[in-house]
């Protein structure tokens, strides 16, 4: 018979976030952390979500996932839609899951947009409508722009003008509702507006001199590994058909290398070029929201001593007391 509040409470099982640009070393001090507090780790990533997209989206390889155990990787394929509604329901099962066996949910990615709608809920804005959504598609980028500017001035001039999945988007809602899409999306502010308790919200940054070469490294070692074959069978399995997969940083420039707009090598550095500028993006989103703790990493810090600074100064019970 176990003795009496020998279990850990649930608020000692209350989920970490950890947050940060790509390449900032989120995934390895995650799985750190994982194995030191008894935890899983909750994937809040966009694109890794889709079957098929591994080495472009750096998912976590197979002796990492045998390490700790992921979740919200893999779940839907390249011909299905995934949106924020989705993974908030997904990752609260997952974390229940998480938390029912006696283990620490750890949320780690860099989908900024995620995990506000995990903290916070959705707000009112109204699901996405199959029609709607099909008619703004075909619609020419540039007409989007400027019906956004007119019925939305403060989305218009914050929104990333390049990305056509987030303009779609903000003009459907609008569309839909008849209220600029700004006031529908809740901002980030303090801790008062959480409605998902949790045990600490960690951010991780870097230098840009030192980011920017973890980047080049990655992307190097991307195509090494097959990024270009690997953009070449998801395209047999409907990569195009996806508008949202194919934003992902990497296939979409190795599908335009494809179709003979640019040579490898300039494919390569293009790709090295845009994922500076998403992590620039990301380190912009994350900063205003004004709530992360941070921690500044320098080239030369171990990953286990980041995982000792985190961890004591999370309540979380001693690993060897969480009754699995």
């Given amino acids: 018979m176990e003795p009496p509040n020998s279990r850990p409470s649930t608020f000692n099982l209350q989920p970490l976030l950890l947050a940060g640009p790509t390449a ?12 030191r507090l008894n935890g899983e780790i909750v994937t809040v990533d966009s694109m890794q979500v889709y079957r098929g997209l591994d080495i472009g989206t750096a998912k976590p390889s197979p002796s990492d996932r045998a390490r700790v155990p992921h979740h919200l990787i893999d779940v839907v394929d390249l011909a299905e839609p995934f949106d924020a ?10 974390v229940a899951d998480i938390q029912s066996r006696g283990r620490v949910p750890i949320l780690c990615g860099g989908t900024g947009f995620y995990f506000k709608a995990f903290l916070e809920g959705l707000g009112e804005a109204p699901p996405a409508d199959p029609a709607v959504r099909a008619e703004l598609a075909a619609t020419p980028l540039p007409e989007l722009l400027k019906e956004l500017e007119q019925r939305d001035p403060e989305t218009f001039a914050r929104i990333n003008r390049q990305n056509p999945r987030r303009v779609i988007r903000a003009v459907e809602v609008i569309r839909l509702t008849g209220k600029p899409f700004s006031v529908q999306r809740a901002a980030w502010h303090p801790a008062s507006s959480i409605q998902y308790p949790v045990s600490g919200l960690w951010g991780l940054t870097r230098s840009a001199a030192d980011l920017h070469s973890r980047i080049d490294a990655r992307v190097d070692a991307m195509f090494r590994q097959g990024l270009v074959a690997e953009t070449e069978q998801l395209l047999k399995r409907g990569l195009e058909q996806n508008n949202t997969a194919m934003q992902a940083i990497g296939y979409r420039q190795v599908v335009e290398h494809f179709r003979g707009k640019r040579l490898l090598p300039e494919t390569i550095a293009l790709v090295k070029i ?23 990493l320098q080239p030369q810090d171990r990953p286990d001593t980041l995982v000792s600074q985190i961890a004591s100064k999370t309540a979380f019970p001693p690993a060897n007391n969480v009754l699995l």
């Fill in 274 to 296: 845009r994922t500076r500028q998403f992590a620039k993006r990301q380190m912009t989103w994350f900063r205003r929201q004004g709530r992360l703790t941070w921690i500044h």
């Fill in 24 to 35: 900032v070393g989120k995934s390895e001090v995650a799985l750190l952390l994982a194995e």
């Fill in 85 to 94: 509604a989705q993974f908030t329901r997904l990752a609260s099962q997952a």
